[in-house]
Structures are given as structure tokens and as C-alpha cells.
């Protein structure tokens, strides 16, 4: 048995000091005040170190919900991009269908609109955004309103066109009772 210097036989615990090991590890595990001082220690290190432990899943939980969050942000931005692209890509269609057909079919021979073509687009439109429900509102108010209103001033200008040609009709029938003789003028006239 080694006996050594004063300093080793100290209990780190309470703090007393002993004239050898064999002593000090007698009184480490049978005084029942240091016992108490001891496990007092070691409940507190066992705290400490679960505290430590629930830190870190803490801060893991919070890595991984941020990840989560940038996660989501990325595919609601990449969702909604794509959705952009999809729209533009619609409107240029429809706004080509429009152009194309607007030479030749805004108006049949008699000078009445003719935009069936034009509400096609727009009834097709509203299907798709059926399809969106979180859109779908607000836009749909929009084209419905837009639908309407093309309506009306179709409805508008279809009249206008009706009163304008049975007065063209009404002043072409006085004309030709009265000068039967100018007819060719007239006609030169009327296409100009
Ligand atoms: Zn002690």
C-alpha cells in the first residue's frame, strides 16, 4: 500500500482530509454525509448532462424545421413559377386565337360580331381555373365579369348594327324610287 502525501487523501466531496486512502475510500462510502454531498453531485451532473442532451435535440428539431420551412418555401416558390408560366403561356395562346380569328371572323359579312371563338377561349380559361382552387375566386369573378361584359357589348353593337342597316335599307329603297336614272353613281357611292 502506497501511502501518499496529504493532498490525495483529501475527499473531493466534503472537503475532509485523511490520514490514508484505505481511510478515505472507507469514509466515501459509508459517511452518510458525504454520501448525500455525492449523490447530490452526481444528480446534478446527470441533470446537467440531460439538460445538454435535450439542447441539442432542440436545436437539431430546430435545424430540421428550418430546413423544412426553406424546403417548403422553395417548392410553393418553384409551384407558383411554374403556375406564372403556365398562365402566360395560356394567355399568349388565347391571344393568339383571338388575333388570328379577329381578321377574318370579328365580324360575319353583315357587319355582325361574331366572338364565339373569343368566348371559347374564355369559358376554356374558367375551366382551368376551376382546376386552381387558390385563385379560383378571384379570378373567376374577373372573367366572369369580362364574359358578361363582352356579352353585352356584342348584344350592343349587334343591335346597333340591326338599326344601322334597316335605315341604310329604308334610305337605299328611297333612293332608288327616287333616282332611278343615277343608279350606277349610287352604288359607286355607297362602296366608297
Ligand atoms: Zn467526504
Known amino acids: 500500500m502506497n501511502e501518499a502525501n496529504e493532498n490525495d487523501n483529501n475527499c ?8 490514508s486512502k484505505y481511510n478515505l475510500n472507507l469514509h466515501q ?29 432542440e436545436r437539431e428539431r430546430e435545424k430540421e424545421e428550418e430546413k423544412e ?11 407558383e413559377e ?16 383571338e388575333d ?17 371563338s373569343i368566348l371559347k377561349n374564355q369559358v376554356k380559361y374558367l375551366l382551368m381555373l376551376l382546376n386552381d382552387e387558390r385563385k379560383k375566386t378571384r379570378q373567376m369573378e374577373q372573367v366572369i365579369s369580362s364574359l358578361v361584359n363582352d ?13 344601322r342597316m334597316s335605315q341604310n335599307r329604308a334610305e337605299n329603297n328611297q ?8 343608279e350606277e353613281y349610287d352604288e359607286d357611292e355607297d362602296e366608297n
Open 12 to 19: 473531493d466531496f466534503c472537503k475532509k482530509k485523511f490520514a
Open 29 to 57: 462510502k459509508t459517511a452518510k454525509f458525504c454520501l448525500k454531498i455525492q449523490a447530490d453531485y452526481f444528480k446534478e451532473q446527470k441533470e446537467k448532462f440531460v439538460k445538454h442532451l435535450n439542447e441539442e435535440k
Open 69 to 79: 420551412e426553406k424546403e417548403k418555401e422553395k417548392e410553393e416558390r418553384e409551384k
Open 82 to 97: 411554374k403556375e406564372e408560366k403556365e398562365r402566360e403561356k395560356e394567355e399568349r395562346e388565347e391571344s393568339y386565337d
Open 100 to 116: 388570328d380569328e379577329e381578321d377574318e371572323d370579328d365580324k360575319d359579312e353583315d357587319g355582325f360580331s361574331n366572338n364565339v
Open 151 to 163: 356579352i353585352v357589348t356584342n348584344a350592343l353593337n349587334d343591335s346597333n348594327q340591326l338599326i
Open 175 to 182: 333612293g332608288e324610287e327616287d333616282d332611278e336614272d343615277d
